[in-house]
């Protein structure tokens, strides 16, 4: 059953928040398909490992102190901080999990406002429910109603297609790479939600029909012209090199949002 992987080999693990009290542990991962497997070793895979479904669950490289080749996987339970022997094989690990995880939220959405609709049903509703009128928790049909309306389709911050995220202080929709950028900004610039995996409430969404993407841009990009813009993300997209194309993109979040260079 794990023929063909996404990515898989040794590395060292710990799991929880508290480094005091848990040690590094050599493990075998196997990413493959929606997850990603944990073996104690090569040679146990006939046992049940640990699973993580990276639906719910991210990559953030958060380099551990005194740990060059460190990231995390944050899910809704657990971090996960695992550490690779080279920088190559960390670029590797988090390029596969990013590209699933991305793949995933990807399939969740489609081009039109019905499938949209349909693909949050499916994943959000109890089976019990079998219409999308009948639902009247979590506020999932205005989203995708919100996510059709111009500018909202596109990432406020990269223009990359399916921004199934969002900043719900900022107003605005983004991908799931600036999604983690704003992760790292801290709560008191900008609190990520899920579009698909968390419940809005009535104020929040109403604060959405009120704002969106291009009415914060045009706060917050209020000196930047579309053709500097135009350049920055072309930068961001052309660079080959993982780590560099990280970097700009955290330069000019960084630069949008905690410098206000752009107001």
């Not at 929040?204 to 009120?210: I, S, W």
């Not at 704002?211 to 135009?230: H, I, P, R």
């Given at each position: ?24 542990k ?24 640990e ?37 190559e094989?960390?670029e ?14 990807n399939?969740?959405?489609r ?16 089976e ?9 928790t ?18 406020a ?7 199934v ?27 990520v ?32 012209t ?18 560099v ?19």
């Amino acid at each position: 059953p794990y023929d063909n992987p996404s990515a898989q080999g040794y590395v060292k693990l710990r799991i929880g928040s508290n480094f005091m009290n848990r040690d590094w542990k050599k493990r075998f991962l196997i990413l493959k398909n929606e997850s990603l497997f944990i073996f104690k070793t090569h040679t146990n895979l006939n046992q049940d490992p640990e699973t993580i479904n990276l639906l719910f669950a991210f990559p953030k490289q958060t380099p551990s102190k005194g740990k060059k080749f460190t990231f995390d996987i944050i899910s809704s339970s657990k971090t996960y901080t695992i550490q690779t022997e080279t920088k190559e094989e960390i670029e590797v690990w988090i390029e596969a999990l990013q590209a699933t995880n991305e793949k995933l939220m990807n399939a969740v959405l489609r081009n039109t406002i019905d499938q949209r609709r349909q693909s949050i049903f499916e994943i959000c509703v109890p089976e019990n429910i079998k219409d999308m009128n009948d639902i009247a928790t979590g506020n999932k049909d205005e989203l995708a109603d919100l996510l059709n309306i111009d500018g909202n389709e596109i990432c406020a911050d990269c223009c990359g297609s399916e921004p199934v995220w969002a900043s719900l202080n900022l107003g605005i929709f983004i991908c799931i790479d600036c999604s983690g950028v704003h992760r790292s900004l801290g709560v008191h610039i900008s609190q990520v939600r899920s579009v698909i995996l968390d419940e809005w409430d009535l104020t929040q969404v109403q604060f959405f029909k009120e704002n969106g993407n291009n009415v914060s841009n045009a706060l917050w990009e209020n000196t930047l012209t579309d053709e500097d813009k135009k350049d920055i993300i072309e930068e961001i997209k052309l660079t080959k090199d993982k780590s560099v194309k990280r970097r700009l993109r955290e330069e000019f979040i960084k630069d949008k949002y905690l410098n206000k260079k752009y107001c």
